[in-house]
């Protein structure tokens, strides 16, 4: 478990000011300006000369324009009237604001705005007096109102242009967009105007660091040094005002500090000024200051001083708007009091006692006074980068065109400088263009609130990105290349040296369409800050603030999706020109001209866009992002949704499309709400409130020993921890991701075949997410990963719907961590062989792992050869085996032959498990027969005495033979081996002569071949030709030829091995000691039909040595310790048949697949008998057959001697029936288990169970699946993965980790390598039987037939079904007349002393009846299936399709049928 401190909400509180170490700024060596004006503009005024008036006293008259042309208002009529402007500064009246120009007649007068309709001689004051037909014009202002403070902005400066001399708008001035002289005659005249803050008497020091808390660094985020100069970016300064100036309200700015690994830290503060003291003060600052007259040195009278302070919080989250409210509140409580709580309290008890939201307490309510509050929202969870923009903010202060201009310099690595006299919307703005162009990541210097103090990266040759206030135009000249953007007027200023290029060179299509949004957006915001103007209550006005937040976030949403939708046209079709590498990589496999087709790319796009493509290629923001793209890095998961994006988005056309981009969960959709309390104030001793004594004359310096620690022992829970990494990101899926499969699952939950192919993928998913663990503990690491590379291929051969890239993402990182580049290679190859194009995590750790792994050395002589020579060896081994089965054959007949007159014949070893074919149509009462026939070349009968009890029979008459040859051994793997035959000892093929189809290649029949035979028999026999299939599938291949032969090792491995095979009379020297060395030791198969082992538990799926994908079972590796000749430490069943709550009928595995949802926090599944939603369940029966360690020592609990026969041994089963000696598994159970425990979980489905698994390998890290205590923490999400990989036969070490739990009694604290194995076995069926129920027909067949059970509790009571009705049954199943055996089914059900109600279904009693009568592999359950189908819609027509519904005789839905086929081969039953 990670133990990552939660995420924090503030990290420090800093005050920063004038220090006694801070340096003059304005002594800097920088070209400075003329001295700025050291007061505003006051009034202005219109003189006309020709009527002899003159300038006012203290105006100054604008006489030429910017370049020194002559101004005059009238300039070409015949009557000029020398009109001139005038304007004023001053100190005595608020300074003017704004200015414009009125048309009388055509323009509504503005509010606040005064007219100037008079001249100072009260002469008229139209600016256009040339004659009557002429439009009168007058100029207008705006005068800040009352009170004012000293700093407050104000115009100061007026000038006027005009464009036909090619004069512009000069830098930073407001141009009115109304010409002066209307005439005909004269050149257009414009009046512009700079705002800004006239400042006079002002020392300006770089700000240094008055106080922080807390005092020591974070280890994971030291305090920078830099933050004092960001909090006061225009210095520190010391300003002399008129004493009756007043204080101006305090300015809130933000700023963003970016480390050297990318990761950004957000910054709010507020700047203030408070009083200085005269004494500190210098002669030299005090003549600067105009504190001392120039020629006597002496005080001036009527001036106060003032200094300017900041406080400022530090974060890594941007809650600009929560910080500036506590902010306001911790100044307001500063120069306010006195309290009873000091300062200190309140900014301890924020940092410390407020928790960060989190999506089980989205909204956290802080009371810091009775009066103040402030509300913390949950940031909105978005698969794009955490950031502090504001594209609204941008669209108002610069409209669409001037965006859409500002994104091709930011797409071509201009250098932009953003300034404004508002220093909070520099950072918004700021951080807007850096994140309009995502997914690409500005590489170059960006510093949206850049310091006076830091103001030499404007001079810089790189390109960059930069906000600063704009006085700093009056203090510096600004550098030339530089492109100038004016929040304040709205205006981009490109110099001569670097022209931009135009929106034209952009694609057309997309760009149109962002332009469109962008106006539409514009409009919207328009129309939410112009509403009417009457008055409302109060409530309305909150309701309405309300929704103008939601409002408001809706269109930040929009402006977002609009420029991301233009990058994803703008970069469509990148994936396809990424170049992986698949070689050797060379020393700069790192460059981008080799990791992308640089020139496809640009080719691929029309040739009216190259100039834009090939200047956007050259950037560094293309490189770096083509990098992320190839190798794994933090952005993958961005990087993955904007591959979606550009997925969804269709370039050609010409407006959005219906789909939306981004779909962001509501922050505040959770409505718990977290109310923090203000501090609790202290008590006196008598419990009187303490007296106020807190008092500050300006913001106090911090005092340690009144910052409190955290006092409240609830804020660690409710802060959530972020979220911890696992021990690799690779299992990781991220959101968008999960969406993508939420939908696949929910397109293909309605169509059969699609929703169970679903399922497995889902299923493989989980073993992926499992491997590295498996590969961990796998001593061939190599081997391990091969495996899984086959595993790949065999989904792939089945079509499997891969929701996702995890499984191949997973083993490619496997193979960059193991050093297997060529294997990665591979599975990228396997990748595009299924048509799946990787996305960039994928491509990441796929580019990863080639050029971090070592590669094999080039020359692969010495393999090939030895290649070629194995291959010679296997295929002369291949020819061996028909030579080696002669010699076995002769040997056989040469032991019949042998027989000694009069003598008790020998039989011939029998196997251990035939099929219940040969002998289940009989009664066990009758005589037995001779085992004369037996399939040619299945198994081989060598001469020998049999064990004990045989019984003597006819003699087959020995065929002729060629000469004995030994055999060579089968030297491909198990898994790896094709179909098998008949040579490979198989005891699947076994059958005797009562099918006539199976004699094939056999001696002639004796005369007593069919002797003794009853009509059971024929029965049998017939049903057996009628039902089983004319060309028989490929059968499972056996390990009995590779097990040891000695009595001793046939006895150990006669009971666990269910499926293994004795020749207790075949001596050790028949075999070859090749066969004995080489042929891989493999756990034997089930070589038993369902009916000869039990049905109700013993159809083994887990006993196949080949699962669903190929690959060995779970409890075969080594690593299970599973081998033939050892007992199982502990056996498992498993059972997934749940029993429905509504109707209380049997639902089986397949039928519960079906019915699950494609919601993957849905437990429940659906009944298919009555529509009901249940939770169905896993059944477990721990069997635990170890000894207690007193006993194993002592020998006072010896080991069994001997194993019994299996059930297919009819002699010897007869004789322990009657001896009352139990069966289980088709064996003697000798060995009892010590201790037998039953538990049951929740069966999950593959969607639910992978959401759980994620979330556990995500919190305790993948290490946590090969521990112990994963069994019993977390025992759902255990048995269902146990269950699922036995299902698909896929390898794991989750069963030993069972010994270690507290399910096996006196289990060591570890586990041995050589431990004995955990078997696991899946049954079909119940694991218990309800105490009342009838017994399924299966079960009466074999209690009929003297067939022991695995259960006990199964018995004969009061039920209508005999055996001459299960012998109807089979017969009408063996003449394919389907729909009598269903009639006679309910026929019988209704009889009198009915009616009965059954557990299981119709179709259910009787293809477990035929599972039993025939055998598993003498029964196609696909053609069952058919003709149960069709049987059902023939009786339907008859007795109706509810009736039959109602009684449960419907057929299986066709999902249940496919995914029964998509997860292979049938379950024990």
């Known amino acids: 478990m990670s133990d990552e401190k939660p995420p924090q909400l503030v990290d420090y509180f800093v005050v920063a000011g004038l220090t006694d170490t801070s340096r003059l700024l304005e002594e800097e060596s920088q070209q400075h300006r003329p001295a700025r004006p050291s007061e505003p503009i006051t009034d202005v005024a219109v003189i006309i000369r020709s009527q002899g008036e003159e300038v006012p006293h203290g105006f100054t008259c604008i006489e030429t324009t910017t370049s020194g042309h002559p101004v005059d208002l009238n300039a070409g009529l015949l009557n000029n009237p020398q009109m001139f402007i005038c304007y004023k500064r001053g100190r005595d009246k608020p300074p003017l604001i704004e200015l414009g120009v009125h048309y009388e007649g055509k323009d509504r007068p503005k509010p606040g705005y005064k007219i100037l309709d008079t001249t100072p001689y009260s002469r008229s004051a139209n600016l256009n007096s040339g004659g009557p037909g002429h439009q009168r014009t007058f100029l207008t202002y705006r005068r800040a109102a009352e009170p004012h403070g000293h700093n407050t902005l104000g115009i100061t400066d007026i000038c006027l242009v005009m464009p036909s001399k090619g004069e512009s708008t000069p830098h930073t001035f407001c141009r009115v967009d109304k010409n002066l002289n209307t005439s005909m005659w004269g050149p257009a005249l414009f009046l512009c105007y700079k705002i800004s803050m006239a400042k006079a008497n002002t020392l300006v020091y770089e700000a240094g660091l008055l106080g922080r808390y807390p005092e020591q660094d974070s280890e994971s985020f030291p305090l920078p040094e830099s933050v004092p100069v960001f909090c006061l970016p225009m210095g520190a300064t010391i300003e002399s005002w008129p004493a009756d100036t007043k204080y101006p309200l305090p300015v809130f700015s933000t700023f963003v500090l970016t480390g050297a690994s990318g990761d950004k830290v957000y910054g709010a503060a507020i700047q203030f000024h408070e009083a200085f003291p005269r004494e500190r003060l210098s002669e030299k600052q005090s003549l600067r200051l105009g504190l001392l007259s120039v020629v006597d040195r002496r005080p001036v009278a009527g001036r106060s001083l003032q200094t300017r302070k900041s406080i400022c919080v530090l974060s890594h989250w941007p809650f600009f708007d929560v910080f500036r409210k506590f902010l306001m509140f911790i100044y307001r409580y500063s120069i306010s009091g006195p309290h009873v709580l000091p300062l200190e309290t309140h900014i301890s008890h924020f940092m410390h006692n407020v928790p960060f939201p989190s999506p089980q307490r989205p909204r956290i309510l802080v009371q810091m006074s009775p009066y103040d509050n402030l509300l913390l929202c949950r940031p909105v969870s978005s698969p794009l980068p955490l950031s502090g923009a504001s594209f609204l903010t941008l669209l108002q202060n610069l409209g669409p065109d001037n965006a859409v201009a500002l994104l091709v310099a930011v797409l071509t690595e201009q250098k932009l400088l953003i300034h404004s006299l508002r220093p909070d919307v520099l950072t918004s703005v700021g951080e807007a263009l850096v994140a309009m162009i995502f997914p690409l990541r500005w590489q170059c210097p960006y510093i949206p609130l850049c310091p006076l103090a830091l103001a030499d990266v ?724 721990i069997q635990d057959f170890q000894l207690p360690p007193s006993a194993a020592e002592d020998g006072s609990l010896p080991p069994p001697t001997a194993q019994g026969p299996v059930l297919s041994d009819r002699r010897r089963c007869l004789a322990l029936d009657e001896a009352e000696l139990e069966l289980c598994n088709g064996c003697l159970d000798t060995v009892v288990p010590r201790r037998s425990e039953r538990v049951a979980f929740a069966y999950l489905s593959p969607l639910v169970l992978r959401k759980e698994l994620e979330s556990l390998v995500e919190n305790e890290g993948g290490e946590f699946l090969a521990q112990p205590e994963l069994v019993d923490s977390h025992p759902i999400i255990y048995w269902n993965l146990v269950w699922y990989f036995q299902r698909l036969g896929l390898p794991s070490n989750l069963p030993r980790l069972l010994l270690g739990s507290q399910h096996v009694a006196l289990a060591p604290q570890a586990q041995p390598p050589d431990s004995p194995p955990v078997r696991v076995r899946l049954l079909w069926d119940v694991l218990a039987p309800e105490p009342d129920s009838c017994p399924p027909l299966y079960v009466l067949w074999r209690l009929h037939s003297n067939v022991p059970t695995r259960l006990r509790s199964w018995r004969a009571h009061g039920h209508p079904f005999s055996l001459a009705f299960l012998e109807a049954v089979l017969s009408h199943v063996g003449l394919s007349e389907v729909h009598k055996a269903i009639a006679l089914f309910l026929e019988t059900l209704a009889a009198p002393g009915g009616p009965w109600h059954l557990q299981r279904s119709i179709y259910r009693e009787i293809l477990f009846l035929t599972l039993a009568a025939l055998g598993r592999d003498h029964m196609d359950i696909a053609a069952f299936d058919k003709k149960y189908k069709s049987a059902y819609n023939k009786l339907a027509g008859s007795l109706g399709k509810e009736e039959l519904r109602r009684r449960r005789a419907q057929p299986p839905s066709s999902k249940a049928i496919d995914c029964r086929k998509s997860f292979g081969a049938t379950l024990e039953c």
């Open 458 to 1181: 404007l001079c810089a040759p790189v390109p960059f990105i930069v906000g600063i206030h704009s006085s700093y135009f009056d203090l510096y000249e600004p550098p030339r290349d530089v492109i100038f953007v004016d929040l304040d007027t709205n205006t981009i200023f490109q110099s001569e040296e670097r022209k931009l290029l135009s929106p034209r060179s952009l694609p057309r299509r997309p760009c149109k369409v962002l332009l469109a949004s962008l106006h539409s957006l514009s409009q919207q915001l328009d129309e939410m800050y112009s509403g009417p103007g009457e008055e409302v209550s109060l409530e309305l006005l909150l309701s309405d603030a309300e929704a103008a937040r939601g409002r408001r976030a809706q269109l930040e949403l929009e402006a977002r999706a609009a420029f991301l939708r233009f990058m994803a046209c703008v970069l469509r079709g990148y994936r396809s020109f990424l170049r992986p590498i698949a070689p050797v990589p060379a020393p700069a496999g790192r460059d981008a001209g080799s990791l992308f087709a640089l020139q496809g790319f640009l080719k691929s796009r029309e040739r009216a866009y190259h100039r834009f493509y090939g200047q956007l290629l050259r950037t560094q923001l293309f490189t770096q992002f083509i990098e992320d793209c190839s190798f794994a890095s933090d952005r993958d998961p961005c990087l993955e949704f904007f591959d979606t994006c550009v997925d969804k988005v269709q370039a050609e056309l010409e407006k959005p499309e219906d789909t939306p981009l981004m779909e962001l969960d509501d922050p505040r959709g959770g409505e718990h709400t977290v109310f923090i309390t203000p501090p609790e104030q202290p008590a006196g001793p008598d419990g009187a409130e303490l007296p106020a004594r807190y008092r500050y004359d300006g913001f106090p310096t911090l005092r340690p020993e009144l910052l409190e620690p955290p006092r409240d022992p609830l804020v660690a829970q409710l802060c959530q921890a972020r979220s911890s990494a696992p021990s690799s990101p690779a299992p990781r899926r991220t959101k968008q991701e999960m969406k993508v499969a939420q939908r696949v699952a929910q397109k293909y939950s309605s169509v059969p075949d699609m929703w169970a192919k679903c399922l497995l993928g889902h299923c493989y998913g989980l073993w992926f997410l499992y491997l590295p663990t498996h590969v961990r503990a796998a001593p061939a690491k190599l081997r391990a990963l091969q495996l899984a590379y086959e595993v790949l291929r065999k989904m792939e051969a089945q079509k499997v719907v891969l929701p996702d890239e995890v499984c191949y993402r997973i083993l490619m990182q496997l193979c960059g961590q193991y050093g297997e580049p060529v294997l990665s290679v591979r599975v990228l190859l396997e990748m595009k062989r299924a048509g799946i194009v990787p996305n960039t995590i994928t491509y990441g750790y796929y580019n990863k792992a080639v050029l971090e792994s070592k590669w094999p050395a080039g020359t692969q002589g010495g393999r090939l050869r030895w290649a070629k020579l194995r291959n010679v060896v296997l295929g002369a081994a291949q020819f061996r085996q028909p030579l080696r089965q002669r010699e076995r054959q002769a040997a056989a007949a040469a032991a019949a032959a042998a027989t000694p007159p009069g003598g008790r014949a020998p039989l011939a070893p029998r196997p251990s498990l035939q099929r219940q074919t040969t002998w289940a149509g009989r009664s066990l009462r009758d005589a037995p027969l001779a085992p004369r026939l037996v399939k040619s070349g299945s198994l081989s009968f060598p001469g020998g005495t049999h064990g004990e009890g045989g019984r003597g029979g006819p003699e087959e008459p020995p065929t002729t033979r060629p000469p004995p040859l030994p055999a060579a051994p089968d030297p491909l793997p198990p898994r790896l081996r094709g179909p098998p035959g008949s040579a490979d000892g198989s005891l699947s093929d076994v059958s005797f002569a009562t099918d006539e189809s199976d004699r094939v290649d056999e001696g002639p029949v004796g005369s007593g071949g069919l002797a003794g035979g009853t009509p059971r028999r024929g029965l049998a026999a017939k049903l057996q030709q009628l039902l089983s299939p004319g060309k028989r599938p490929p059968l499972r291949p056996a390990a009995s030829t590779e097990l040891p032969v000695g009595p001793r090792d046939a006895a150990e491995a006669a009971c666990p091995r269910r499926g293994s095979e004795q020749r207790d009379g075949e001596p050790l020297s028949h075999r070859s000691p090749a066969e004995t060395l080489l042929r891989p030791r493999e756990r034997p198969e089930s070589t038993a039909s369902e009916s000869s082992v039990s049905l109700g538990s013993e159809l083994d799926l887990s006993d196949t040595s080949v699962g669903s994908a190929g690959v060995p079972k779970s409890s075969e590796p080594p690593a299970d310790g599973a081998t033939g000749q050892e007992p199982p430490a502990v056996e498992v069943l498993l059972s997934s048949c749940s029993r429905c709550q509504g109707c209380s009928a049997l639902v089986y595995d397949e039928e519960v697949m079906a019915g699950w949802t494609s919601d993957d926090s849905n437990l429940n599944t659906t009944c298919p008998f009555c529509g009901r939603s249940f939770v169905p369940f896993l059944s477990i029966e």
